[in-house]
């Protein structure tokens, strides 16, 4: 099976740095996805990493490190729009389904 | 506004009742797929098509539980003798066969079984 962790809720202020931790367990890792859902809205695609390293989306970067079955989410220049819930979720090797985390909620104040 | 839109948003039904939902993906999509997402969670997969042909299922999908995708666009979940764990919302999501690590998802149907 496969597990997911990442925390529950984080908070953080206008213009800062905020990291999104997401551990996995899986049988057969293809790659970590990264998604934003604000209330009441559609999960909508933010970022994706089948290798190692950094992807780096505008003011979004996404980080793995396959070997620590890590990766992380950094939203930099923070806005009050960004407040948000934020999902990681991987895909096995051999299926198209995503498994997603719980969630981390994001609360930016001013 | 993704480009996949779902029918309908809301539905309240009574317990014992049949639901039927429409999910249309984005018209080049080949693959879509049925999520279903509660409170305070991630979604958590259902059911993946690859045009007509239904390729995965959840092992969350029980016998009360059916999807169709007839002419590989629109696809149908319907959900039969709902019962009140049902209520959730029921997201669609469809992606292209390359790039398919982007999941374009639909506004969901909220579904609420009384």
């Known amino acids: 099976g496969q597990s997911l962790e990442q925390p529950s809720e984080v908070t953080a202020v206008e213009g800062a740095i905020v990291q999104i931790n997401c551990t996995y367990q899986?049988?057969?890792?293809?790659?970590l996805s990264w998604y934003q859902q604000h209330d009441g809205g559609a999960p909508t695609f933010l970022s994706y990493?089948?290798?190692?390293g950094l992807e780096e989306t505008g003011r979004f970067s996404s980080f793995l490190s396959r070997s620590d079955s890590y990766g992380y989410l950094l939203l930099q220049e923070l806005q009050m729009k960004d407040s948000a819930s934020y999902f990681c979720?991987?895909?096995?090797?051999?299926?198209?389904?995503?498994?997603f985390g719980s969630g981390t909620r994001l609360q930016v104040q001013p | 506004d993704t480009g996949v839109s779902q029918d309908p948003r809301h539905k309240i039904t009574k317990r014992g009742q049949n639901v039927t939902f429409r999910c249309d993906p984005i018209?080049?999509?080949?693959?879509l797929y049925w999520y279903r997402q509660t409170l305070g969670q991630g979604p958590e997969f259902l059911t993946y098509?690859?045009?007509?042909?239904?390729?995965?299922k959840s092992r969350l999908l029980s016998d009360r539980f059916s999807a169709e995708r007839p002419k590989g666009s629109f696809s149908t979940l319907e959900i039969q003798r709902t019962e009140q764990g049902d209520s959730a919302m029921y997201l669609c999501?469809?992606?292209?066969?390359?790039?398919?690590?982007?999941?374009?998802f639909g506004p969901g149907t909220r579904l609420l079984v009384l």
């Open positions: 999501a469809s992606s292209r066969d390359r790039g398919q690590e982007t999941q374009y």
């Open positions: 899986t049988s057969g890792f293809y790659g």
């Open positions: 990493n089948g290798l190692d």
């Open positions: 979720a991987v895909r096995d090797t051999g299926r198209r389904a995503l498994t």
């Open positions: 018209s080049e999509h080949n693959r």
């Open positions: 098509f690859q045009n007509e042909a239904q390729l995965e």
